[in-house]
T-cell receptor, first 117, second 113 residues
Framework: GAVVSQHPSRVICKSGTSVKIECRSL??????MFWYRQFPKQSLMLMAT?????????EQGVEKDKFLINHASLTLSTLTVTSAHPEDSSFYIC?????????????FGQGTRLTVV | GDSVTQMEGPVTLSEEAFLTINCTYT??????LFWYVQYPGEGLQLLLK?????DKGSNKGFEATYRKETTSFHLEKGSVQVSDSAVYFC????????????FGQGTRLTINP
């Protein structure tokens, strides 16, 4: 089946620095990728939707200058948390859809636990 | 807008017990419906899905039937195992646009031996 690889799985960074999270589709072309944030014991909150080669669409309340999303190829999307602060600590999950296949589900990465100290 | 409501947890059962996790939805049209499972520290795995009314999704002993009349997609399993302990998310896929997923709040399931 389709595989989505997310890296790193865990990262600890100092307050004020930036962190990049990668999401790769390994065996299909991901025309659309989604980025979610999950707080402890809560559901997934969609942050943004990105389509290859175009700007991401952010959900209401998500700061686009804080969470930079780049979807430069059909197999890679990145999320950069800029000037991270402790309140950005969370579990971030990406998912990807194969736009060439109709009515296909999205596949999820393993998630990245970000801790800002 | 579209939304998903699932029963609150946590749910604790003994091994071999019968499981039901309720899920209802509000949506425009007839979206595809999904159950995902999340094990500790991991991303989500698709458990089962149904794309139209009266469809039954099944996998690993879990089942859910797409009920249009009650706008429900309840998850069931006849005999749970300790390895089923996880968080379960019900979701629908929005029909328009990027077809994003809308998730319920998740139900934490713990199975005791």
């Amino acid at each position: 089946g389709a595989v989505v690889s997310q890296h790193p799985s865990r990262v600890i960074c100092k307050s004020g620095t930036s962190v990049k999270i990668e999401c790769r589709s390994l065996d299909f072309q991901a025309t659309t990728m989604f980025w979610y944030r999950q707080f402890p014991k809560q559901s997934l909150m969609l942050m943004a939707t990105s389509n290859e080669g175009s700007k991401a669409t952010y959900e209401q309340g998500v700061e686009k200058d804080k969470f930079l999303i780049n979807h430069a190829s059909l197999t890679l999307s990145t999320l950069t948390v800029t000037s991270a602060h402790p309140e950005d600590s969370s579990f971030y999950i990406c998912s990807a859809r194969d736009g060439a296949r109709a009515d296909t589900e999205a596949f999820f990465g393993q998630g990245t636990r970000l801790t800002v100290v | 807008g579209d939304s998903v409501t699932q029963m609150e947890g946590p749910v604790t059962l003994s091994e071999e017990a019968f499981l039901t996790i309720n899920c209802t939805y509000t949506a425009t049209g007839y979206p595809s419906l999904f159950w995902y499972v999340q094990y500790p520290g991991e991303g989500l795995q698709l458990l089962l899905k149904a794309t139209k009314a009266d469809d039954k999704g099944s996998n690993k002993g879990f089942e859910a039937t797409y009920r249009k009349e009650t706008t429900s997609f309840h998850l069931e399993k006849g005999s749970v195992q300790v390895s089923d302990s996880a968080v379960y998310f019900c979701a629908l896929r929005v029909i328009q646009g990027a077809q994003k997923l809308v998730f319920g709040q998740g139900t934490r399931l713990t199975i005791n031996p």
